[in-house]
């Protein structure tokens, strides 16, 4: 009986302990939806009140009307489809390679591969926008898809999930007299899906959310993503329509909240996937 009540006590205690940092997290999220249904100026002079005194969808009115918000929108995903597309593409290909073909500096280019993925963004900006202006693709949504199509994590992603596949289903297509290419389509696509999954669910969030990399190749501001047009509701050096910021940063999270919510098992199943050997 001692022991179950220590057990239940401990069990209470964690869970206690667990909802208050939920609670701690979602804070923040929680006071900037309710502030969306504020006018700037209510906001400003009582920043801390969670309800509004009066609801209004002024904010949410202006982004629409101030704005060209849905062609925002329509560049992020065109971007974020195209990135994500490409990139499981080629990672599940280069993965497949580095996983069942055997070649002369096959771990030196891998581990060449790991070691970028440990280089900050902030080292290849420079480097990046040259290129990029070089091909004259600056401040074009190609500025955005060309450097993203390949993928350091999601190589690695697949080569580990690959590395798990028995040889034997390889050599027995081989056999059957199926080439490389319908092997990959046919044998190991079907089976890198949980894989391309998680990668999917980590190459969209990263891409939606990009606004470093906007920032530096696009200028039009037809041409914006919605992270980096938040930047627009500033009315000039020292004045930032607060309430409307804070609606768009709320239509913002919404697409990859949803995306969330219906693949967490997936986004879940990739991280531990990333671990495995």
């Not at 400003?44 to 509004?52: E, S, V």
């Amino acid at each position: 009986m001692t022991r179950r009540r220590s057990f239940h006590i401990y069990h209470l205690f964690f869970i206690v302990f667990g909802v208050f940092f939920v609670f701690v997290m979602l804070m923040p999220y929680i006071w900037m939806l309710f502030n969306t249904f504020k006018k700037t100026q209510e906001l400003l002079r009582n920043p801390y009140r969670m309800l509004p005194i009066q609801w209004t969808l002024s904010s949410y009115a202006t982004v629409f009307k101030r704005t060209p918000f849905f062609g925002w929108f329509r560049n992020s995903v065109t971007v974020t489809v195209s990135v994500t597309l490409i990139v499981l593409l080629s990672s599940s290909i280069t993965g497949f390679v580095f996983a069942k073909f055997r070649f002369p500096g096959r771990n030196i280019l891998f581990w060449i591969i790991l070691a970028s993925m440990m280089v900050p963004f902030q080292t290849t900006m420079i480097p990046n926008f040259l290129i990029v202006n070089q091909l004259h693709l600056y401040n074009t949504l190609f500025a955005l898809i060309v450097p993203a199509m390949v993928s350091g994590f999601g190589i690695f992603l697949c080569r580990q999930f690959c590395e798990g596949i028995p040889d034997s289903l390889w050599e027995a297509a081989l056999i059957d007299g199926a080439s490389n290419l319908g092997i990959y389509f046919n044998v190991m696509l079907p089976l890198l899906r949980p894989c391309l999954a998680a990668l999917a669910i980590f190459t969209f969030l990263g891409s939606w959310n990009e606004y470093l990399q906007a920032l530096i190749m696009l200028e039009n501001v037809k041409n914006m993503t919605l992270p980096i047009a938040l930047s627009y509701f500033t009315n000039g050096a020292h004045t930032v329509d607060v309430s409307a910021c804070l609606a768009a940063a709320a239509l913002i999270m919404l697409p990859v909240t949803i995306v969330f919510l219906f693949f967490q098992k997936h986004f879940i199943k990739g991280a531990a996937i990333s671990g495995m050997k």
